[in-house]
């Protein structure tokens, strides 16, 4: 899956947990934590197997659970010294379901799926990066991609119908002499 369907579902689960609660909905700081959770894995995983080749494959070490819930937990631990444990829970949905959406095609033989528990399951090596142009042109014609922005569109709705939280914390920055307001000194 790409960036794009990564975010979407994140959200789209981010802003179901919020509803479990009357009356409630996703806040700015947490859906930005969600957006990170949900492109962690690759942001971790893509470089250093693609650039540095230092992982076997673009999808291994953060794509594992056996480092994911690890990392989740520390992500809990510091953000719960500090008061925010749902910041680290909305992380926690995003980079899940971000592993969640990646084993999807799994379930039709389309990809393998032992990356999840890498490096007790090997996992077969790529050679050197894959050209971004090349993946997006067979990417096309996959049905799972299509939903990709199916998926977007749904979030896009759903995070209207929410009142677009996260979207502040860019407007406010981009206005006119928002650098003044917060820096008088300068």
Aim: glycine share 6%.
């Amino acid at each position: 899956m790409w960036p794009l369907g990564h975010a979407a579902v994140a959200y789209l689960l981010y802003s179901l947990w919020t509803r479990r609660q009357p009356a409630r909905v996703p806040g700015a700081v947490a859906v930005v934590c969600g957006l990170v959770g949900s492109q962690f894995p690759d942001l971790i995983d893509k470089p250093l197997a693609w650039y540095a080749p230092v992982l076997p494959t673009g999808r291994s070490l953060a794509h594992s659970l056996l480092f994911l819930l690890p990392v989740s937990l520390v992500v809990l631990a510091v953000a719960s010294r500090y008061e925010r444990p749902t910041y680290a829970i909305v992380f926690a949905i995003g980079a899940f379901s971000h592993l969640l959406a990646d084993t999807v095609p799994a379930l039709w033989g389309a990809e393998e799926y032992g990356y999840l528990l890498w490096p007790i399951v090997p996992v077969e090596p790529e050679e050197g990066a894959p050209s971004i142009l090349e993946l997006f042109s067979s990417s096309l014609g996959d049905p799972y991609f299509l939903l990709e922005f199916v998926l977007a569109a749904a979030a896009l709705v759903v995070w209207r119908a929410d009142g677009y939280p996260g979207l502040d914390l860019v407007t406010d920055r981009l206005e006119p002499g928002s650098d003044e307001r917060e820096h008088p000194s300068r």
